[in-house]
């Protein structure tokens, strides 16, 4: 049976739009939206020849999208008149109308009308030529449902729950836009073209309740939010181009996620400080690896890829970078050997390192996390067998290549008997405890020594000697690479039981008391100095304060004796006894009822007064 092909609807979104602009604004005109006005507004606005525009209407017809009546005029020159007239139909019929179809009607992949092919399990559409390889079924299934097929156990979907939930949260740029349905008002007519309506909201919630059997079911809802998108509001707008990022992101962000889940759970989450040592399943390759312009750096095999490795970084921020083969060097392969500084943070993710080779050995096993350091390793490298080729190829260049990492477990007895360790020496020395085995720092994870340093080391077994429960090699082994200039200066000191270490201690331990002395002294000064800055600007304060005060007072008291002037102003006083006194009789004489038959005093009267006084006892 021959796959059906059915044309749901033939009308492309972007021309329904523009009808609907010119029947609203013929209509606003308080005219009827007949074909010659329709036509003629759609050639002068949008450049639409006449021909198609009939073509156009039609196919809006026949889809429902438009009503077609017939209409009397009722003013000017097509009163009386019967004419064709065109509507936009009525929302509330229309989608009651919508939700009773079973299946979309633009295509999923390419977002236009036409004939399509219906999926039998879900909603979807699709062109002919759209499709990969179009068979003759019984029953078409899209590439969506048929990745979904697989079932999922309830911890699984548990899991990826929780992961699908971090990729939904983490796109932060797009939930103002994206979260919930375009406004109404804006798209009136938005649910007109969109079957099944999606949102940020609505996928964090499927997320959150692990709806969810895989990424390519998440995927399909991600991607059904641009293609509603793309349908009602065109390809060219905002909202479906910030749609089209989205997308890209998850599909990015589910790329992380398939690469490792643990990995991915674990850096968006971080439950504890240590949350890169864990072991993952299954685990990583751990390798030496060099981006340009630092040094080697311990890091975990992502994936391999071509001729490109992707690794994480131990250490701080835990950086990625893709990388060539020509950067990586087994872990086996000595530090010395890469002239690594040896600074703070490249101890530090030395440290973190080993932390996750021993949670590797407690989880999986010594013999399992020991599969994790090798050249050929099946959790890195080792999938790829032209890359291992040409990692072993580099191995094999390097001077020191088919030597492990040193043990730091050497020590050497003085005169008196008393065991001195030398980091030096450890760093440069590599002890063989064993003809069949090289152990690492913490004697975890042996590794066999290549045939070619047997063949070639002819002495006899080291022997073994306990001096105050220290592990003493009897007899020196000899350095298989080479030296500069100051490493064999000590190593000939140290031949020569005329170590310089008491000196060279010594003199660092006087230079770090100067330091300590000097770094005293500048930071008394700079106390000293800000406590005298300190109370300089709180004398300022102070002084600055009782100023202000003693202004406040004195204001304070000028309005007062102000104020009391103006009261007594406003009394009458006694002029003989300088007491208040009630209203006068006269306005001239102003006594109280004591002091009516009284002279006032010559200490009281004025020299006017007194003139007249006198004047008037000669008289």
Request: proline share 4%.
């Amino acid at each position: 049976m021959t796959i059906e092909e059915i044309v749901r609807r033939s009308s492309d979104p972007a021309i329904v739009f523009q009808l609907y602009q010119t029947i609203e604004t013929i209509r606003k005109q308080r005219q009827i939206a007949n074909l010659h006005r329709v036509v003629r507004y759609m050639e002068r606005e949008f450049n639409c020849p006449p021909k198609e525009c009939l073509q156009y209407l039609h196919q809006v017809v026949t889809d429902s999208l438009i009503v077609e009546t017939v209409t009397v005029g009722c003013k000017g020159s097509k009163a009386g008149i019967e004419q064709e007239g065109y509507w936009i139909p009525d929302k509330e019929a229309l989608l009651e109308r919508i939700s009773e179809e079973s299946h979309d009607w633009y295509c999923f992949e390419c977002h236009k009308p036409g004939k399509v092919i219906s999926c039998s399990t879900c909603f979807r559409v699709y062109h002919k030529l759209c499709l990969d390889k179009p068979k003759n079924l019984h029953n078409f299934k899209c590439v969506w449902c048929k990745a979904n097929e697989k079932q999922a156990n309830e911890q699984e979907r548990l899991a990826l729950g929780k992961s699908l939930y971090f990729v939904v949260t983490q796109q932060k740029d797009y939930w103002t836009e994206l979260a919930k349905k375009p406004d109404e008002e804006e798209h009136p007519y938005y649910n007109f073209f969109v079957h099944t309506h999606c949102d940020l909201e609505r996928l964090q919630m499927d997320c959150h309740n692990c709806v969810f059997r895989s990424n390519e079911e998440f995927l399909a809802k991600a991607l059904l939010i641009h293609h509603n998108y793309a349908v009602a509001l065109g390809a060219d707008h905002s909202l479906t181009n910030l749609a089209q990022q989205f997308v890209e992101d998850c599909e990015h962000e589910l790329q992380e996620l398939k690469l490792c889940r643990n990995c991915f759970y674990l850096s968006n989450t971080k439950p504890m400080k240590d949350w890169f040592c864990k072991p993952c399943d299954p685990p990583h390759q751990v390798v030496w690896a060099k981006q340009k312009g630092f040094d080697f750096w311990p890091a975990k095999v992502i994936r391999v890829e071509d001729e490109r490795i992707d690794v994480r970084f131990f250490g701080r921020h835990h950086p990625r970078a893709w990388i060539t083969i020509e950067a990586v060097r087994n872990i086996s392969v000595s530090p010395a050997t890469l002239k690594v500084k040896r600074k703070q943070h490249w101890k530090q993710a030395c440290d973190e390192m080993k932390e996750y080779i021993r949670q590797c050995e407690c989880a999986l096993g010594k013999d399992e996390a020991s599969k994790i350091i090798l050249s050929d390793s099946p959790y890195g490298i080792g999938k790829n067998a032209k890359l291992l080729a040409a990692m072993e190829k580099v191995n094999r260049s390097s001077p020191t290549s088919n030597h492990s990492t040193p043990v730091k477990t050497t020590a050497e007895a003085d005169v008196n008997g008393s065991v001195v360790v030398d980091d030096e020496e450890n760093e440069a020395k590599s002890d063989i405890l064993d003809d069949s085995e090289i152990v690492d720092e913490n004697n975890h994870l042996p590794t066999e020594i290549p045939s070619e340093t047997k063949d070639k080391s002819n002495s006899p077994p080291a022997k073994r000697i306990k001096l105050e429960e220290v592990t003493v090699i009897s007899k020196p082994i000899s350095v298989r690479r080479s030296f500069d200039s100051e490493e064999q200066t000590i190593l000939s000191e140290l031949k020569q039981n005329n170590c310089g270490c008491k000196a060279r201690y010594e003199a660092i331990l006087m230079r770090f008391k100067d330091y300590v002395i000097e770094s005293n002294r500048l930071d008394k000064s700079k106390m000293m100095r800000a406590a005298a800055i300190k109370s300089e600007h709180e004398l300022d304060e102070v002084r600055s304060q009782v100023v202000a005060e003693y202004e406040d007072k004195i204001k304070e008291l000028k309005e007062k004796h102000e104020e009391e002037l103006r009261e007594a102003k406003m009394r009458n006083w006694c002029r003989v006894c300088l007491e208040e006194t009630p209203s006068p009789c006269c306005k001239n004489a102003n006594r109280c009822t004591d002091c009516k038959d009284k002279q006032p005093s010559d200490v009281s009267m004025t020299s006017s007064q007194r003139k007249r006084r006198s004047g008037r006892s000669k008289s």
